[in-house]
Structures are given as C-alpha cells and as structure tokens.
C-alpha cells in the first residue's frame, strides 16, 4: 500500500500526493490502482486517469485529445451564471466549447429555460461528441438542452442546425498560450504540455480578431471571453466598434482572466463582473 | 436536537487558494480546489479540500464554520457538542448492553461448569481407586 504513496511522491508534493491517492482509491477499483498511479507519476492529468472534473455543480467527463476545465474558468461561469440569474436573454452561442463545460454551466441556471437556444462549437469532432456524452451525463442538473456542433472559428463558421442567426451572448474559451510561452520557463506545467491538446492550448491574437468579426455576424449584444495575456483584452477593444462598452475582468489570484463587453445599455449588468475598463 | 447552525453569507468573505505559481489558466491543472473563509465579525479563519468539487468544499467549509461559531457561542448546548454528548451517551449504553450479555454468559457457563464437576466427580473417584489399587499391587 505504502508503495503506491512512494510512487507518488516522485512526482508530486507530499500533501497532494496523500490527496490524489485518496482520491484514486475512492473513485478507481482496487485493481485500476497500480496503473493510475504510475500513469500519475508521469505527469498525465489526474483528471484524464479518472475520467471527470467537478465543475460549478456538474460532474465533466474528461478524455485525452480534449482540455479539461479549469478551475479558474470554473470561477468566471459561476460569476457570469450570478450576473445573468433571472434576466432575459436570446440566444446563447460558446465557441470553442471543448467538453461543453461552460454551456452546460449556463444551461444549469435556473433562469435558462427563459433564454434561447445555448450552442456549443468546437473545430475538434471528439470535443463535440465529449460534449454531447457530458449533456447526457448531466442531464438530471440541466434546465435546458444545449446543442453542440463542429464549427471553425478561424474561419468565422456561425453554427447552422439551430436555424437561429443572433445570439445575445458570445462567450468563448479560445486557444491563448502564444506557441513561443509553450514551455515550463513561461509557466506551462509540464503536465499540461505533456498531455493536453496543443490544439485547444496554443494561439494569440488571431483568435480574438475571429471572435470580433463573428460579434456583428451573429448580431451579438454581449460577450466574455477567457483570456491569458493583456494585449488579448486590447486587440479585442481594438476590432470592437467605439459605440462598444469593454472592460476586463482578474480572478482571484489578481491574474488578467477575462475581457468583457456589451453594446446595448440593457447589458449594464455585466458591468459588475469588470474591475478595469478600457477605452 | 437544535437545527444544524448557518453562517450569513454578508458575514463571509470567501477566498480559493490555488498555492504554487502565480500562473494559471490554461498553463495550469489543478487538481486541488480549496476553499478558504473568514468569518469578519470574529476573524476566524476555516478552509475545506476535502473533495475535488470547489461547490463541494463550499458547501462543507460553511459547514465548519457554522460548526465552529456555534460551538464558541453555545458552548455545552451547541449542535456540535450535544451531538459528541449523544453519541458518548448511545456508546455507553451499548457498553452496558454488551457488559450485562457477557455477565449473563459467564453465569451461564459457570453453572454449567458447576454441573459438569459434578457429574464428573463420581467417575474422578472411580479412577482414585484404581489408581489406588494399582499402587497397592
């Protein structure tokens, strides 16, 4: 028994190597714990060895070839999920959804039934048919049913099975480690680098320039995009018409975490998940 | 029992520890969500990551908390406490159950042993004699 702690430790600090084994022990059969923890000890993410991470009040599978959520995008949804109780709201679209985490977050509000159509896209296949699984799989937590389906941002591909071409809310989790920060001397775990999707990883700018050129495609009146690195918050501003309220928005290590913005002053709302504004 | 103690919301301030690198993001995988509160009327400080679920340890840090509080502010009559006193009280019980059992047993063998003596006894006597005899040869 104590070896399975012992190899471990190999990898992980002291505290979180007695946590993650407990966490093995209680969510693996006996017999899948020899593996688990060898696969741990090379780094590959506990979430993909056992399958799910918790997020908000829904329970997301996880599969390689897929990013697993985080806990700092976790934080902003249960925030915007605050701002957006009991207000009305069209249609709702999620680009690069990847496990479906933040539309099945917003789909999980009480006040969702009351909203349009929630739609997830993604480029990568398995990301939607992970997404679909996770829809399923959270049924029971569900007030309303979103739809996923394979789109490119890239190319500005606006979803096509809802029938539906405006959407009031655009949130997105984009692609934002520059290729040239894809490594541990610019804070990327080695984990992380190891295992995880490079697709769903690495990008800059392009993508956000994408995301504002949909805005006025989809006739958006609000958006939230996660994001890593200040000069993502200014080129959204930037490719943003001036009529265009915008701010961003640090979680809480202090860290630039979001861009925010609406056009339509009904949309102030929004305002109370800003700490800086950019004009 | 009184009912289980709650903490207002207006008095908590909430924090998650993410420990480690100042970084985060997509360039981090955190397995770990813990939860911080500080009570601020009295300053005091709990934290839960007993599961991976950050709602989870939201839920049980309040819990604690509340736990706490109560305790300070009820002392011997806090849910805490009369729940400690419950389960020593029901232990006690069982002790007692288990220790009149066992007595009734002992007694019951005892008598029993008593008996099996006596029935033995003649035969032992039996066996005296022969002995005895065979000595006298």
């Keep these: 028994m104590q070896g399975l702690l012992k190899t471990l430790l190999c990898a992980l600090p002291k505290s979180q190597a007695a946590q993650e084994l407990r966490w093995i022990k209680q969510e693996l059969p006996a017999d899948q714990w020899q593996k688990a923890v060898i696969d741990r000890s090379h780094l590959k993410p506990l979430q993909y060895i056992l399958g799910t991470q918790p997020f908000g009040p829904l329970t997301i599978r996880c599969k390689e070839n897929v990013l697993i959520p985080r806990n700092d995008t976790e934080e902003w949804c249960i925030q915007l999920l605050n701002s957006l109780r009991g207000r009305r709201l069209n249609n709702i679209l999620d680009y690069c959804t990847g496990t479906g985490c933040i539309a099945l977050t917003l789909a999980s509000s009480a006040s969702s039934p009351k909203w349009g159509n929630i739609v997830g896209t993604d480029i990568n296949r398995d990301a939607i048919l992970l997404a679909n699984e996770n829809a399923v799989l959270n049924k029971a937590r569900l007030m309303s049913i979103p739809s996923f389906e394979v789109c490119d941002l890239r190319k500005e591909e606006i979803p096509k099975k809802t029938g539906s071409i405006a959407f009031d809310l655009l949130v997105s989790n984009p692609p934002y480690i520059p290729v040239e920060n894809m490594n541990t001397t610019a804070g990327v775990e080695k984990s992380v680098l190891h295992y995880e999707p490079w697709s769903a990883l690495v990008g800059n700018l392009e993508f956000y320039e994408s995301l504002c050129k949909i805005i006025p495609a989809i006739h958006a009146e609000s958006f939230i995009f996660e994001l890593g690195y200040r000069q993502q918050a200014l080129a959204v501003r930037k490719n943003l018409p001036d009529s265009w309220f915008c701010g961003v928005k640090h979680d809480s290590s202090g860290r630039i975490r979001n861009v925010v913005g609406w056009r339509h002053p009904r949309f102030q709302y929004l305002s109370e998940l800003i700490d800086e504004r950019l004009s | 029992m009184p009912p289980r103690p709650k903490v207002a919301e207006s008095e908590i301030h909430e924090k998650f520890i993410k420990g480690g690198s100042g970084n985060g993001g997509q360039k981090i995988n955190k397995t770990n969500s813990k939860v911080q509160l500080t009570h601020i009327p009295t300053g005091m400080v709990v934290t839960s990551q007993a599961t991976r679920s950050r709602d989870q340890n939201r839920k049980i840090a309040r819990e604690i908390l509340a736990m706490k509080l109560d305790e300070i502010e009820n002392g011997s009559h806090s849910r805490a406490q009369l729940l400690l006193a419950r389960k020593q009280m029901v232990k006690r019980r069982a002790k007692r159950k288990t220790k009149a059992k066992y007595k009734k047993l002992d007694e019951k063998k005892a008598e029993e042993n ?24």
Excluded at chain 2, 114 to 137: H, L, M
């Design chain 2, 114 to 137: 008593t008996e099996k003596r006596k029935q033995n006894e003649p035969s032992d006597r039996i066996k005296d004699e022969d002995e005895e005899i065979i000595v006298v040869k």
